[in-house]
């Protein structure tokens, strides 16, 4: 490819969301590719805190913005829980729930061709764009 990415084959979609996630090596660094609802998404499998696998953590959704003593539930299958210390990630955009400029997992693009599952890692050193598929 002319933009100096690399495409990593993760395998057959049907059997990433039955398993519910697959841990794939991109140069040497594991990626969680998370199957979501009906898209994929593909992040850092190490937690920036203390380098827990994201993978063994556990999917959901929050708590969102709202008025006083109102309770809104959103992003449901859309955070990631980091399953040492409860650190929040969202899916789409990797960024911390709590500090979100401060602290972040890499994303990477997901696709599907012909019932596989492509990874595309982006140019070296630089996070691609949101990972949802259709």
Known sequence: MTDGSVQ???GA???VRRE??????VGGRPVAVISAGTGFFAVSDRCPHMGASMSAGSLGGTLLPSQPHE???GMHERVIRCPWHGWEFDLETGRSLLEPRRYGL???RVTE???ELI???GRPGRASSPTASP
Do not use: F, I, Q, S
Request: with cysteine; charged share 35%; proline share 0%.
């Open 13 to 15: 979609a049907e059997d």
């Open 119 to 121: 990874l595309h890692t």
């Open 71 to 73: 309770y809104v539930y």
């Open 20 to 25: 519910g996630c697959r841990v794939v090596d």
């Open 8 to 10: 990593v084959r993760v």
């Open 113 to 115: 061709d012909d019932g």
């Open 106 to 108: 890499r994303t990477y």
